[in-house]
């Protein structure tokens, strides 16, 4: 039995500074990567990449909202949107 890799996330997008996220995903053309010790969400949506402060949200996934485009991510605190973080700035 061969030894357990490290996860492979892909090339970076996110800011460099951030390290490696603890859990990253996407659908429709949105990206996310979660960095809980940074207490930071990177979202990559049509090219632009933006950090919000996730505060003690732990992001473990996301979902879209119909045609909105809006993401939902799920945390252990429940559902959180972009929208109810404070916005950090763009990234790379």
Do not use: N
């Amino acid at each position: 039995m061969k030894p357990m890799q490290p996860l492979d996330f892909g090339p970076a997008w996110w800011p460099e500074e951030l390290g490696q996220p603890a859990s990253s995903g996407g659908q429709d053309g949105l990206q996310y990567a979660f960095f809980p010790e940074a207490r930071r969400l990177a979202i990559r949506r049509d090219g632009r990449v933006t950090v919000y402060d996730s505060g003690q949200h732990r992001i473990s996934g996301v979902a879209q909202q119909g045609g909105s485009r809006a993401p939902v991510f799920s945390s252990a605190e429940g559902e959180v949107t972009p929208d109810d973080l404070r916005e950090i700035g763009p990234g790379c």
